[in-house]
């Protein structure tokens, strides 16, 4: 799939969260497979820029191209200049944010609450599109499929988007009043998918190879968008490359290799962090690890515990790697998924 002047390797791409998708877990989608990864929303306040966790968010050292930067806000100026400071600081693609459900964001109502005011949302992708044509770089939207469901408006701004100049949008399967309660729903993707001629992402639910490729097949979009289902689980991105180009189901890692990245995981969060915000932060992680990896009943929650009394990176470190060993050499982990399709499912050997 071309973007701008980039070949992207694969249509999978990491989906964008704020707290969780931050530059080491990026890396590591990309290295696990996904071809593409946008960066967790950047506040368009210029007020806000220089503080630590926005200049976080805007570290992309060592990340492969291309840099997609997600920006969030409600004016279109401040969008527009938003664009040039991110574009300045490494970014080479720039993403609207219209799907975020969160009611303060930037202190107002931004994110999905952009497809209420249609008028708006066309001012602020104009501006934003005309901060980065000088600079060769394209603008993406992301969205939902409208505000609720008397008002699904995606298509409309979808058509309308494109011609002020988005290259590529993606289309969480939900309004902004379901929040991410119910099942995405892929038909309006598919529907958009018929009217544009720019690329078009399907997101939402994603959370196997066999969905992944449903999901392709019936909506005929162009790439789909993966969130929660890589949080503690980044390694579906291989698996899904794996299974849309052979047709077979990729054995889960063992978890030797599983620790390997673990490990590398922590040393790059905790380069971006510091220890002390580092270690907390990582935890997050380190539950879903444990949850998503095959251990025997009990044994995450005893995990997170211990996890969450340690202090200090040394120690964090110490506890995943003697953890991964123990959990390695105790139970041997049978690589037959549970079921054809499901992905990555252990079975413990009794
Ligand atoms: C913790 C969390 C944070 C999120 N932050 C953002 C964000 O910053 N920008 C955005 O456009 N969407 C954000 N989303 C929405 C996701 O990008 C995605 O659209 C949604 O989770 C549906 O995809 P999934 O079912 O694969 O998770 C967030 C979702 C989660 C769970």
Same mark, same amino acid.
């Given at each position: ?8 390797p694969n249509?999978l @791409?990491a989906?964008p969260?704020?707290?969780?998708? *931050?530059?080491p877990?990026?890396?590591?989608? %990309?290295?696990?497979g996904?071809?593409?990864a ?7 306040r210029? =007020? ?6 926005t200049s ?8 492969? =191209?291309p ?13 527009? *200049? ?12 720039i ?35 005309a901060?980065?044509?000088?600079h060769?770089?394209p603008?993406?939207?992301k969205?939902?499929t409208?505000w609720?469901?008397s008002?699904?408006?995606a $298509?409309?701004?979808?058509l309308?988007?494109?011609s ?8 969480h ?7 991410y309660k ?5 038909d ?5 998918? &018929?009217?544009?001629r720019? $690329? ?7 959370? &196997?190879?066999? %969905?992944?490729r ?7 979009? =162009? /790439? ?6 890589a ?7 291989r698996?899904?490359? !794996? @299974?849309?180009?052979?047709?077979e189901?990729l054995p889960p $890692? ?9 490990l590398e !995981?922590?040393?790059?969060?905790y380069?971006l ?7 907390r932060?990582?935890r %997050? !992680?380190l ?5 998503a990896l $095959?251990?025997?009943?009990g /044994?995450?929650?005893? @995990? ?11 120690a964090?470190?110490?506890?995943v790697? *003697?953890s991964?060993?123990?959990?390695? =050499?105790?139970?041997e982990a049978?690589v ?5 399709g499901?992905?990555?499912?252990w079975?413990?050997? /009794?």
């Open positions: 799939m071309q973007l701008g002047a980039f070949t992207l249509a @791409f989906a969260m704020a707290g969780v998708t *931050d530059r877990f990026r890396k590591l989608c %990309k290295r696990l996904a071809g593409y946008v960066s967790e929303m950047v506040t368009s210029p =007020d806000l820029q220089d503080s630590l966790k976080r968010r805007a570290n992309h050292d060592g990340e492969s =191209d840099i997609a930067v997600q920006i969030a806000g409600t004016e279109a100026a401040m969008m527009a *200049d938003a664009a040039r400071y991110n574009i300045d600081r490494g970014a080479q693609i993403d609207i944010n219209m799907g975020c459900p969160a009611k303060k964001v930037c202190n107002k109502w931004a994110g999905s609450a952009l497809m209420q005011d249609e008028a708006l949302a066309i001012d602020i992708v104009q501006a934003v599109v901060a980065c044509e000088p060769g770089v603008v993406t939207l969205m939902r409208g609720c469901a008002m699904r408006n $298509p409309t701004l979808a309308a988007a494109e002020a100049g988005i290259q590529m949008l993606t289309v399967g939900r309004t902004r009043e379901q929040g119910g099942e995405a729903e892929h309006t993707v598919a529907h958009i998918k &018929s009217r544009v720019i $690329p078009v992402v399907a997101n939402g639910d994603i959370d &196997s190879p066999r %969905k992944a449903d999901v392709l097949q019936r909506t005929g979009a =162009d /790439a789909i968008m993966i969130g929660r289902a949080q503690g689980r980044p390694w579906i991105f698996e899904i490359a !794996h @299974f849309l180009a052979t047709g189901e $890692p063992d978890l030797s290799e599983v620790r390997t990245w673990l !995981h922590l040393e790059d969060h380069g962090y510091g220890e002390f915000t580092g270690v932060s990582a %997050k !992680h539950g879903w690890y444990a949850n $095959p251990l025997p009943l /044994a995450a929650a005893v @995990f997170r515990g211990r996890i969450n009394e340690l202090t200090t990176c040394e964090q470190l110490r506890c790697s *003697d991964l060993d123990e959990w390695r =050499d105790t139970h049978l037959t998924p549970d079921e054809p499901s992905g990555t499912r079975k413990l050997a /009794a």
